[in-house]
Nanobody, 125 residues
Framework: QVQLVESGGGLVQAGGSLRLSCASS????????MGWFRQAPGKERDFVAAINWNGDTTYYGDSVRGRFTIARDNAENTVYLQMSSLKPEDTAVYYCAARRLSSIGSYDPDDYYYWGQGTPVTVSS
């Protein structure tokens, strides 16, 4: 069974940092693009970041560019999201996602086939 499992979420003060991890099992994603999305209460799921299959190209949402960094370790089947200078508006459930048979990152959540269960991030002011 294919699984994406996020970890690393939690409570942090504004200005702080967190690193999220997404570990995959049941299928190798080392040829597929991966992404992070987030959803705040009462809001739609928003694009955060994406990364191509080999890590050479990354994509970021406007609200996180310059503060968040996406990276991947294909040998470990893991994708990371380093979040710095966190703001209260970053509070959301963060989801890891994987494309299927596509090596190029995308901003559109409909382009992703596999999803994790999410990890909550709360940034206090």
């Amino acid at each position: 069974q294919v699984q994406l499992v996020e970890s690393g979420g939690g409570l942090v003060q504004a200005g702080g940092s967190l690193r999220l991890s997404c570990a995959s099992s049941g299928r190798a994603f080392n040829k597929d693009a991966m992404g992070w999305f987030r959803q705040a209460p009462g809001k739609e799921r928003d694009f955060v970041a994406a990364i191509n299959w080999n890590g050479d190209t990354t994509y970021y949402g406007d609200s996180v560019r310059g503060r968040f960094t996406i990276a991947r370790d294909n040998a470990e089947n893991t994708v990371y999201l380093q979040m710095s200078s966190l703001k209260p508006e970053d509070t959301a459930v963060y989801y890891c996602a994987a494309r299927r048979l596509s090596s190029i990152g995308s901003y559109d959540p409909d382009d992703y086939y596999y999803w994790g269960q999410g990890t909550p991030v709360t940034v206090s002011s």
